[in-house]
């Protein structure tokens, strides 16, 4: 009976709304392009391109708050989707245990009239975190489904849904199904390196064109060494290229990577083992894999001995110059990066000058990266000088809602709170709404230097925005505790006989003063 007055709720939205949902395209990020230095700083630079590291593949990935390494566009899914897309959730969470065939005949039963579309399948697997193989049902009313084609895009959709959960079983059902393309790929691929099955992704190569129907190429099998190496498995990925190089020659944007790899995992001596054998073999190493060996020395350095920073970096330095490979902003972004790590802001700033020598220009990461460096160095001048350099440069949309927090973080934790309250204003004069975890930082440190009225007026603030902020008692430090002012006591009026003891006393310890004491003797 609930089923029927649903499917008549339904009927009735469907006859007024069209059923074509359309998802609007991937926010792109702003040209870094023909960017303007601030005057204080155009003696140092000159316009240059910027360089940007390579393009890593990316997919749709299905969409969870819990996953915040997932990749996904920003979709603006329609309103008259959402309500379909929960009564199909809903559906698919009543039985969690239910076999996928009999879930997919109460969704025919139930959704015959309803035309799925990509973005109705994406909400609908966003509702069922919880759902787990009932899923399969609903892959399998979809492909039943007249109305309904799935295609590279949806069935990624499932395969990362399933990654997610380590449920490679089910995975492997949705590949045999068909109709797998690069997206899908890219999703499997990604799913079993993120679970840590390296082993896994190179025998998945291996039998997907005979299991799967993709194609082996040049392209999936850089798709599979990119994966490996950025998670650390270059070992793996060096492995398999050697294999297949008789049928795919690698080129070097996969030997840099190779390179990148190692780095990522530590492996400096590997790292220039590699490169030795590239040189040898007639490659040329790119800015890239140089970029990174310069990164993994740093790190290493870091962690073992800092004082050699410097030396071993400038080894890194000259062997790039050695082969003839530029510099750029990378470059100097790892250099300043681990030079702030371990407190070197002047040499950190004295590499941001000399910039202009090698016609690199900064970007955001620099800015973002010397600002933090400054207020943790309590340098607050220079750090709110270099924000405005920052904006005069081109660069004020990456000052967003987390760059503040890191700026407020950073100044709340060496007590500069009135700095951080002018921050904070400024924050909120370049359009950045705070958050809830905004006001409770500001308003905990507020409360812990005993300016509560302060911290009573941003949280009426923050109610007044519409912020659910919760009411709290914060414990307030010691160091700035108002003490009491003691409250002198009047002093009591001595009697005729305590005055006279008094001066009993007194004589004594003068007469004494003049007894001369006997000497003791030295015993044998």
């Not at 039998?207 to 190429?217: H, Q, S």
């Not at 050695?322 to 700033?349: Q, S």
């Not at 100044?411 to 909120?428: N, P, S, T, V, Y």
């Not at 004494?512 to 003791?520: A, D, G, M, Y």
Request: aromatic share 8%.
């Amino acid at each position: 009976m609930a089923s029927l007055q649903l499917r008549r709720l339904l009927l009735r939205s469907v006859r007024f709304r069209s059923t074509s949902f359309i998802s609007s395209s991937p926010v792109q990020p702003p040209p870094h392009s023909s960017h303007q230095i601030p005057s204080n700083f155009s003696s140092h630079f000159q316009h240059s391109t910027i360089y940007t590291p390579p393009s890593l593949l990316q997919t749709k990935f299905f969409l969870s708050q819990s996953d915040s390494e997932s990749v996904s566009p920003t979709q603006t899914l329609p309103e008259e989707s959402v309500p379909i897309a929960r009564a199909i959730s809903s559906e698919l969470l009543k039985e969690p245990e239910s076999d996928p065939n009999s879930v997919a005949q109460r969704l025919q039963l139930s959704f015959s009239h309803i035309t799925p579309t990509p973005s109705l399948v994406l909400q609908t697997l966003n509702l069922s975190l919880e759902a787990g193989r009932t899923v399969l049902g609903f892959h399998q009313w979809l492909a039943s489904n007249p109305k309904f084609t799935h295609t590279d895009e949806t069935l990624s959709y499932f395969i990362d849904y399933f990654g997610r959960r380590k449920d490679f079983k089910a995975t492997n059902k949705v590949l045999a199904s068909g109709g797998a393309g690069s997206k899908t790929l890219l999703a499997a691929i990604d799913r079993l390196v993120r679970a840590g099955r390296p082993s896994q992704v190179v025998q998945f190569f291996e039998r997907m064109e005979k299991d799967y129907g993709l194609r082996r190429d040049r392209s999936s099998l850089k798709v599979v060494v990119e994966k490996l190496c950025l998670k650390g498995y270059a070992s793996y990925a060096e492995k398999m290229t050697k294999d297949l190089a008789k049928e795919f020659f690698p080129d070097e944007a996969m030997c840099d990577l190779l390179v990148m790899g190692y780095c990522i995992d530590g492996k400096i001596e590997e790292a220039r083992r590699l490169a030795g054998e590239m040189y040898r073999g007639g490659f040329e190493l790119g800015v890239g894999a140089y970029n990174a060996m310069l990164d993994c020395v740093c790190k290493i350095c870091r962690q073992k001995d800092p004082f050699k920073l410097d030396s071993e970096s400038e080894k890194v330095l000259v062997e790039m110059d050695h082969h003839g490979v530029p510099r750029n902003v990378e470059t100097f972004n790892v250099l300043i990066t681990n030079l702030c790590k371990i407190r070197k802001t002047d040499a950190a700033l004295g590499l941001f000058f000399l910039m202009r020598g090698w016609r690199c220009n900064p970007n955001e990461t620099t800015f973002l990266v010397l600002i933090k460096s400054l207020y943790q160095a309590a340098r607050l001048e220079e750090g709110d000088g270099m924000i405005d350099g920052m904006k005069s440069a081109g660069f004020g949309a990456f000052l967003n809602k987390k760059a503040y927090f890191d700026f407020l973080t950073i100044l709340c934790g060496i007590e500069r709170i009135d700095h951080a309250l002018k921050i904070f204003a400024m924050m909120k004069a370049d359009g950045c709404e705070p958050g809830v975890k905004t006001y409770d930082l500001l308003m905990k440190k507020l409360g812990a230097h005993d300016r509560v009225d302060k911290a009573n007026a941003l949280f009426n603030e923050a109610r007044g925005r519409g912020l659910d902020v919760t009411p709290k008692e914060y414990a307030v430090d010691p160091r700035f505790m108002k003490k009491k002012k003691a409250v002198k006591s009047e002093k009591k009026r001595e009697t005729l006989p305590e005055k006279m003891a008094r001066k009993r006393r007194r004589l004594k310890q003068i007469r004494l003063s003049f007894v001369k004491k006997p000497k003791r003797k030295m015993g044998r």
